[in-house]
């Protein structure tokens, strides 16, 4: 992760980054408010093959979906595009279901072909006693790929994965995903704006109130010219206006900084809705 935030986290001990990862999963899912735990940070630390093989699907899959070109994939024999084609279509075919966990387990576990799914997470984390379990086991390609005329996998040999990232279902939900992201991202900046938008127009009035006290002092100084005052009573009153002052400019420095982001999140708004409106079509 090329990001600041994904630096650090890389530098979290490994039950944080654990945690990072399932804390995703759980919010990318397509129905995220639901109770279902996907995945179990507990059992991952305690070596289940059964729940790493789930994080690694998952993981799987929404990494497809930030993949800039099928390509990306053919580094890959075809043995093991063909394996990762099976995972993403089965995820693709069941993530609106409200069971995508059972699921998940059920696919696991269906058929005895040896998985290349393993973690160094595993072997960090669990015991010998642990390590010593059987892997979790994929289904065999051939078993589905006979299943019907629907065979996802047809087309060119060269890369299954590629294949299946050009399929309508794949590039819809893609597409889906890239909608939904931009409608956070904007309701993310508007609720800012807003935030923004209230702590100005507190600025402006405070800026009011001081102003009418700074003329208040003008008006008393003018007054007070025409009789004598006392010298540390004048020193005072000129304290009290230069203290008034300089609080004023700061507050209106404040304010043209808070417009001038202001004006900057209202064209990133606008460059969103075009952006979302370009996506629709």
Not at 155 to 174: A, E, K, N
Not at 180 to 204: G, I, P, S, V, W
Not at 246 to 261: A, G, I, N, S, Y
Request: proline residues 5%; contains cysteine.
């Amino acid at each position: 992760h090329g990001t600041e935030e994904g630096q650090q986290i890389l530098q979290q001990p490994v039950p944080e980054r654990l945690e990072f990862v399932c804390s995703f999963l759980q919010k990318n899912r397509k129905h995220p408010s639901s109770p279902e735990c996907l995945v179990s940070m507990q059992k991952v630390i305690e070596g289940s093959e059964l729940e790493l093989a789930k994080m690694t699907m998952l993981l799987l899959y929404h990494s497809t979906m930030s993949s800039k070109s099928p390509r990306d994939w053919e580094q890959f024999e075809y043995k093991i595009q063909a394996e990762l084609a099976v995972i993403l279509k089965f995820v693709l075919d069941h993530e609106d279901g409200l069971n995508l966990n059972e699921d998940l387990e059920n696919f696991l576990q269906k058929a005895p072909v040896p998985s290349t799914c393993s973690s160094t997470i595993s072997e960090e984390l669990s015991p010998p006693s642990h390590q010593a379990k059987r892997e979790v086991r994929f289904l065999e390609l051939q078993k589905v790929a006979s299943s019907s005329g629907n065979n996802f996998l047809s087309g060119s040999p060269v890369s299954p994965m590629g294949d299946i990232l050009q399929t309508p279902q794949f590039q819809m939900r893609r597409l889906k995903k890239q909608l939904a992201d931009e409608r956070n991202n904007r309701d993310e900046l508007e609720l800012e704006l807003a935030e923004n938008r209230k702590l100005l127009t507190e600025k402006d009035a405070q800026i009011a109130v001081m102003q009418q006290r700074i003329d208040r002092l003008a008006l008393l100084n003018e007054k007070q010219a025409a009789s004598p005052l006392e010298p540390r009573e004048l020193e005072e009153l000129r304290g009290k206006n230069e203290s008034l002052t300089v609080r004023l400019h700061e507050t209106l420095k404040q304010c043209q900084d808070l417009k001038t982001e202001k004006s900057q999140m209202d064209r990133k708004i606008n460059q969103l809705s075009e952006e979302n409106g370009d996506l629709s079509f």
